[in-house]
């Protein structure tokens, strides 16, 4: 028990079943549950994890800022597969599993009540290329395609914002009045926080990169122009 607490083991599903009988939680299936989440999302860390399965899929305004690259939410499997295989020390099996562990991610978007998207990109995004030129176009196809939905919004940021050049981040506004967390990126481990003074240090920073996205209908046809020039 002490080496499955340590995360020096993997956890086996006759021990979930064993844990929800002892503390009275085999209705719930509260430790199977954990158990089948850990096995459907291999290659993340945990403090992603938490992001992952606690936060991103319960938010109901999901808030992205990205000044580098598309984020991982609407990333097409060719754009995701091509990032991931040029991670340093990475073996080809490792690389699927994180692909379609990234698709898998979005599943939530299609339920029936989706979260508000709201996407910032940096204008430079669209034409750092990523793999080759029919997987930027590809990815670029899938981002006018996403924006039609009413609850995602796609707006692309004037390369002259400097706000948003310290990283990557987004803002889930939860339910019921729970407080708002954060995700902010980094190269080497993530930060996920509820503390009030991060969450409103990236609202404010948020708001500032805002202020410099050009119209939902001015973005969609700058990616569509920078889109039939990836040929």
Not at 5 to 10: N, P, S, V
Not at 69 to 87: D, F, I, M
Not at 133 to 156: H, K, S, T
Request: charged content about 25%; aromatic content about 8%; glycine content about 6%.
């Amino acid at each position: 028990m002490s080496r499955l607490e340590k995360g020096l083991r993997t956890p086996q599903p006759d021990q979930a079943e064993i844990l929800d009988q002892v503390f009275g939680l085999s209705d719930k299936e509260y430790f199977v549950g954990l158990y089948r989440r850990i096995l459907s999302n291999p290659g993340g860390p945990i403090w992603w994890m938490d992001w992952l399965e606690e936060i991103e899929p319960r938010a109901t305004v999901l808030r992205s800022w990205d000044p580098l690259l598309v984020p991982g939410l609407l990333q097409t499997e060719g754009y995701a597969r091509y990032l991931l295989s040029r991670e340093p020390r990475v073996g080809p099996e490792e690389v699927e599993e994180r692909t379609q562990a990234r698709l898998r991610r979005r599943e939530f978007l299609e339920r029936a009540d989706p979260p508000l998207l709201s996407i910032l990109l940096d204008q430079g995004v669209l034409r750092r290329r990523i793999g080759t030129a029919g997987v930027m176009r590809e990815q670029l196809a899938f981002l006018i395609e996403i924006a039609e939905r009413p609850n995602v919004l796609v707006q692309v940021v004037d390369p002259d914002c400097v706000p948003g050049l310290l990283g990557a981040f987004m803002i889930a506004e939860l339910p019921d009045g729970e407080a708002d967390v954060i995700y902010a990126d980094s190269p080497a481990e993530g930060v996920v926080s509820a503390d009030p003074n991060v969450v409103s240090t990236l609202w404010i920073r948020y708001e500032s990169i805002r202020a410099w996205a050009y119209p939902e209908h001015v973005s969609l046809n700058m990616i569509k122009d920078v889109m039939d020039q990836w040929t």
